[in-house]
Each structure stands twice: as C-alpha cells, then as structure tokens.
C-alpha cells in the first residue's frame, strides 16, 4: 500500500525536475511512511511512497526491469502474484525480487494492456515504457486505490494518488467546480466521474488511460464492469456451497504479508464472516478491533464481543462519542474534496486502534453491494415488483399528488413512511433508487442554493447519473440495476474513498476480501431471489455461513456503521450547529442562501425535522472550501 505521483509531457520530451517530484510526494507521507523515490527521463518523472508489506526489503519503488526501458511506480497488492510469477517463469521471464511489483512489469512485457484482466487484486499505477513510447495509468476493477490526473497547461499530464499531490503542481489553477458541489449535496461525497477542483479527473474504476507522445489524450478505456446480464444454474444449495469456497480462497488470499495482520470486527454479518474464515484459515488467534458509540441504539460491541469469544480472537475495542468531533479538521484534510459520510470518524478511529498492532486490516466493506445487502436495494426491489402492477398514468396522476399532501414522518422507518414510498412509486425506478441513495434531495438543494449558483449549475442535476448507469446496465432486473448503479457510483465514491484516506492516513492497508471480483461476478449471476429473500437481501451469503456464524448475528436487522450526528447536533454540538447559519465561508462562497441554512438548523434543533446528516454535510463543505480555495 503506497502513494503515487507523476508528470508525462505529452508534446515534446521537456525535463521533468525530480523536486517537482518530491513536492508532489510532500503531502501524501502518510500513504508511504516506509520509503519514497522518483526516477526521471526525459519528458516524463514518476514517483513513489512506500508502505512495506510483501518483500520489505527487496521491492523499492519507482521499479525498472532489468534493461531499463520499463518502469513501474505502483500502489497497492496483487493477491495472485506468486501464480503469475511461475506462469511467466514458464515463458522465460526472469525475477530478481520476491514481490508482486516486478511481476506487473513482466505481465505489461508479455501482455500489455491486457495483463489487467490476469491480475486479482487492489491497485492504482503508472507504468512508463521507453520501446513503445508511452505512459499506461491503470486502476483495479472496482477502484479500491485512488487516481487523480490533469491535463496542464505545459502540455503535461500530472497524476497522483490524492488530490493534495496535484495540487503541490504550480501550474494547476485552484478553481471550484460548482457541479461538484451540486454532487456533494446530492450524495454526499463527490462521485468518480468529477472532482471539487475543476479540470481534474478521476481515473474510474476498470479503467486505463494510455498516453503517448505526439498524441492527444485518449477518453479513459474501460477493462472491466459488473456484468448482471448472466444467470448461473445452480440450487440454492450448490450456489451456497461454492460461494463458501470463493469466499474462504478470497480471505485466504489476502491473508499474505510480511507484517502483523488482524481485522475490524463489527459484529455484523460480513465482518463476522470474514474473522471466521480467518480464525479457520489461521494458526494463531486473529486480532480484531472495534468501535462503539456512546448512542446504545448504534451500538454494536456486545455482538462484535460475541463474535471475538466464538473464534478466540484477541479483541480490542475503544468508543465514539461527541468529544471525538474534534477530528473533524483531520478527517476533511485526508479526504481533500468534502466527504460527508459520517462514518468516516469511527472508521478513522478503527483504523487507528488497528494501528496499534498491525500494518494489514481485513474488512467486510463490499458484500452490501455485491449481494443487496442495503435496505434501499431490499425496498427497490419489492417497488419495482408493485411498478409493474400499477399502471403509470395511475402512479404519476394519483400517487405523486397524495405524496406531496402527506405528513412528514422522518422519526419513522421507511416502510412507514408513506410520503417517500408514495413518492418513489409516482417516479420511474431509476429516479426512485437515486432519491433513496442520495441524501439531500433535488427539492432541498434547490432552496439552499441562491439564484446565482442555479444559473451556473445550467441544467446539471446529480441524479442524472444515476438514471443513466441503471439505463446501461447489463442486467437482466431492476435490481441488478441498481446493484450495477451502486457498484459503479456509490462503492468507489463513498464506501471505498472512506477506508482508503481513513486507513492511508495511520499508515494503515486494508483489505477487502468480499471484493474479490471472482466473488462480485458470481453475485451478479445469481437470480434475484437468492439475494433477496422474505423481505432482507444477502439471503444467499447468510446461508453459506449458517456454518460458521449464530443465528442472531446473521438474521438480526441490519444496522450499520451510523454515526449519532443527529443527536450530538441536538446536544454536545448545538452550537457548533448554529454557527453554520453565519460562516464566513459559506457566505463568502456566493453559492448559498444563508437564510435557508438558518432554517434548517433551527427546525433540526427544534426537534421538527432531522437535518443532522445535512448538517454534518454543510460542516464538511465549509472545512473543504476554506482548504482547497482559501474561501
């Protein structure tokens, strides 16, 4: 696990100043505590963190191969390396280290753009080759490791592992990107196909970008995508059995390092699935970490302490609570662009007390995705099925009125909330899944920007995307649909960015098991009804470790990895709160109507209305703009 850089000059092959290099590296030595290099040629520099994991001593970055004319600077891990190593032995290749970076080289030699499709694993590099004169940037197929580029005004090509790393390039003008903004509000994070500054990119996900000199710069090539257009044949029973084993090989696989491993344990199905098959797969006790909260009714350490005695792990857990609010400068600072998944705070917590003992932490981050384990894609599924039994007319012209007269309920369980299923039922399913996965709605955000920012924003509408992955979809449902839309959008731009910046950030790897893409393409061949089943999804996943886990932690509700913001905004953090309505900030932005924030935090604080995750949105914002644009 390490952090990248580097500067391709695409016109002529201008020097490229090593310091310019080490700037870039400056503040990202969190991703690479262990080692740092760069390496130059003309027209083209890369550079490289170390994070030693695997051949600690004999892996040093950026890599050349043995005749110097290809050079690699990678970050993260091939889990099947020592397979492709003997494959390529088989071919004549020759290896001088015992890591899996040289063989990314030999696979590049032999293959070339299609060494990807042979790697399993987490990664984001940059591979120069001096014989075809080009520059091949490469990120996994679920976009586990992040890749941020720019194209700049010298005719260069910039890339680094996080944005902070661009912006130490002089050349990079500090713009804001107001549909980013839009995004943010809409989702709660910027998504993979835009960023906060303007004119920087987001390599996406099973993506490669091919650079070469004298050329314009390529639209980014997809390698890999979620295909749910294929059905397995196979009984319940079969179908559990074999996910069992792609299971056990995907946690066995990541279960390889050259330093201390454990896991965060949670208590939830996929971490408990995950610590199970590693206390099988292992000869000592596993080390797990977990984070409470100082709220009972988020709580989950007694379930996670279940799980810790069933498998003899040596356990530790440490508590959340409001006074840990005051990491919310740290926590805007690794994550650059505005990130407001709450969850970030206790996940930075965990991945600080793994710290503490180990350098690798296994996760469950994934099966929520892979198996529609959310409650959205559950309530997804059984709306499109009362879709197809009522007529549209019936559902815009009867359904959508009596949604917008109904009262407001959001102290209540979705299914009881009547306004937002009656609102979702007068909308196409596509338009429904995104209301339900966004977190400021189209209505809301129109009332908080100011006339000014509509004008910019033109028709731009976050949702759009959305409505167009579930339209392209290979799928063969609606919930294959929203699975794909999940798996493309919201893993990579909130679920993955969050244990990325907040593991990177203590020196920390993590790995997902449950992401193995052997793992996400048998999940997408599977019928809807072994996801989904008696109204709860991952029912196929729970079966296959009735083995393994008890009753009670497989089949209690769902709960999530939720942070008490709401009540701390009603509590320990009241005036936090109200400093919104006057930040300097914000105001200054020219975006925002500050009479309408004033309103949301009164009716939150009143008990009216729950405003805690817009709240905490606006609070991640103010600390990004100030950051990023001095605002």
């Known amino acids: 696990m390490c952090g990248i850089a580097g500067i391709y000059h695409l016109e002529t092959a201008k020097p490229v100043d090593p310091a310019r290099l080490r700037a870039m590296l400056s503040p990202m030595q969190h991703r690479g505590p262990d080692g740092s290099g760069e390496w130059t040629a003309p027209g083209v520099g890369l550079a490289h963190l170390r994070l030693s994991i695997i051949d600690i001593a004999g892996s040093p970055q950026p890599m050349a191969s043995d005749d110097e004319l290809i050079t690699l600077t990678y970050n993260g891990e091939i889990y099947n390396f020592r397979e492709l190593r003997a494959e390529l032995e088989d071919r004549g290749h020759r290896f001088r280290t015992s890591g899996d970076t040289e063989v990314i080289i030999a696979a590049w030699r032999q293959w070339g753009p299609e060494c990807l499709s042979r790697f399993n694993g987490m990664f984001a590099f940059a591979l120069h080759d001096h014989a075809r004169g080009c520059l091949f940037l490469a990120r996994d197929r679920l976009g586990v490791k992040p890749l941020h580029h720019v194209r700049l005004s010298d005719g260069s090509v910039a890339f680094a592992s996080e944005l902070k790393g661009l912006l130490r390039h002089p ?10 903004i839009e995004d943010f509000l809409a989702f709660g994070y910027v998504p993979d196909d835009n960023c906060i500054v303007a004119g920087v990119e987001k390599l996406p996900a099973g993506h490669f970008l091919l650079l070469e000199r004298g050329k314009p710069v390529p639209a980014p090539t997809c390698w890999w995508r979620p295909d749910f257009s294929r059905r397995i044949r196979a009984s319940e029973g079969e179908a559990a059995e074999h996910l069992t084993w792609l ?14 491993l454990g896991a965060f344990l ?96 296994l996760s469950g981050d994934g099966a929520d995705e892979a198996f529609a384990g959310y409650r959205r894609l559950v309530f997804q599924h059984q709306e499109e099925r009362l879709r197809g039994l009522i007529p549209g007319f019936l559902r815009r012209g009867v359904l959508g009125p009596l949604a917008h007269v109904w009262p407001q309920m959001d102290w209540a369980p979705r299914p009881l909330r009547a306004r937002a299923t009656l609102a979702s039922l007068s909308k ?19 009332r908080l920007f100011n006339d000014a920012a509509h004008h910019a924003l033109g028709d731009h509408v976050a949702e759009t995307r959305y409505w167009q992955a579930m339209h392209d979809a290979p799928a063969r449902e609606p919930l ?4 794909y839309a999940d798996l493309k959008i919201w893993l990579p731009g909130d679920i993955l960015t969050k244990t990325d910046r907040m593991s990177m950030a203590v020196g920390l790897e993590a790995r997902e098991p449950l992401l193995d893409y052997r793992l996400v393409e048998f999940a997408a061949s599977l019928p809807a009804s ?44 009241v005036e936090q709160a109200r400093a919104l309505a006057t930040s300097s900030t914000l105001a200054r932005s020219g975006w925002f109507d500050m009479a309408e924030i004033e309103r ?32």
């Open 171 to 180: 050349l990079l003008r500090q713009e804001a990107n107001l549909t980013a």
């Open 247 to 260: 299971m056990r090989q995907a946690v066995t696989d990541r279960m390889v390092a050259d330093v201390p």
């Open 266 to 361: 949670s208590g939830g199905v996929d971490s408990s699935a995950v610590v199970a098959l590693m206390a099988e797969a292992s000869s000592k006790a596993v080390k797990t970490c977990t984070i409470g909260f100082d709220q009972a009714a988020l709580d989950e350490t007694a379930y996670a302490q279940q799980i810790a005695e069933r498998f003899a792990t040596d356990h530790r857990t440490r508590t959340v609570s409001a006074s840990d609010f005051a990491l919310v400068d740290k926590i805007a600072d690794m994550f650059d662009e505005p990130f407001a998944d709450a969850s970030a705070l206790p996940t930075y917590r965990v991945c600080e007390l793994a710290r503490e003992e180990v350098t690798v932490a």
């Open 428 to 446: 196409s399913g596509a338009e429904g899944y995104a209301e339900a996965v966004g977190v400021t709605g189209l209505q809301q955000r129109s």
């Open 480 to 483: 294959d649909r929203a699975q």
């Open 530 to 573: 072994m996801r989904v089943k008696r109204g709860t999804g991952k029912a196929i996943m729970k079966q296959a470790m009735e083995r393994y886990l008890p009753h009670d932690i497989l089949y209690r509700p769902k709960m999530g990895f939720v942070t008490p913001v709401s009540q701390w905004f009603r509590g320990p953090l």
């Open 600 to 631: 949301v935090v009164a009716a939150h604080q009143s008990g009216r209305r729950d405003h805690g995750r817009l709240i905490w949105q606006f609070f991640m914002l103010e600390k990004s703009l100030a950051k990023l644009f001095g605002i």
